[in-house]
């Protein structure tokens, strides 16, 4: 029981610990623990998060998310401009009345797309922050067995130590134990998805205006 209650302290230290801003196999058996005589280790976050298999897989899915909206922009940004030159050309068959509407109305839905395309770049930074905020939950249970497991009774960010032997660094074996327990997050709960803000629905493409 006494056990049970100090993982549990361990853990709750940890995850607030990590929560701080970071710069599909079968299970293989955990990698010895190389024991390092040391109260106080030391742990690279950001290696922790890019090297994982977990973490490589988070940053997959967000770079594939970052891509399909880069060249939804393209595709919006090549379709504005063909409209705008069809609508340049014929501004001189058309009364300055008509051609005004059609021009304000070009101007409005250029701005709609705009808000839309920004609101979709923030959902996108939120559903990373949610990502890592899930890897560092998941990590923390992970953690707090290997610094037992260790004898220590601490993991600092190594980019708060001002200087440190390297022998107390635990990243690589932090990295192999979460590869172990963890593997690519496959049996994790899935993240939930970002929700649309208020009043930005998604805008069609642009239709060209037909002469």
């Known amino acids: 029981m006494r056990r049970a ?11 607030a610990v990590l929560a701080g801003p970071l710069p599909a196999q079968e299970a293989e058996p955990a990698p010895p623990v190389v024991s390092l005589q040391s109260a106080v280790v030391t742990l690279d976050r950001n ?3 890019e090297e994982t298999r977990l973490g490589q897989a988070i940053l997959a899915r967000i770079d594939s998310a970052s891509n399909d909206l880069i060249a939804e922009n393209r595709r919006l940004e090549a379709a504005l401009e063909a409209e705008e030159r069809l609508l340049t050309e014929r501004r001189a068959t058309l009364p300055t009345a008509q051609f005004r509407e059609l021009a304000q109305e070009f101007d409005s839905r250029v701005e709609e797309l705009r808000v839309t395309q920004e609101a979709k770049s923030r ?52 990295i192999a134990r979460l590869d172990t327990e963890l593997g690519d997050g496959t049996d994790l709960a899935p993240a939930p998805e970002s929700e649309p803000e208020p009043g930005q629905a998604d805008v069609p493409l642009p239709v060209p205006v037909q002469p």
Do not use: H, K, N, W
Not at 5 to 15: E, N, P, Q, S
Not at 146 to 173: C, E, K, N, P, Y
């Open 47 to 49: 290696r922790l998060f």
């Open 123 to 174: 959902a996108l930074t939120r559903q990373r922050d949610t990502e890592q905020q899930r890897f560092l939950e998941a990590s923390a249970p992970v953690l707090a067995d290997l610094m037992q497991d260790l004898g220590a009774v601490a993991i600092i960010d190594r980019s708060v130590v001002v200087l440190s032997f390297d022998r107390f660094d635990i990243t690589a074996q932090a």
């Open 5 to 15: 209650g100090l993982r549990g302290a361990l853990v709750a230290g940890l995850a």
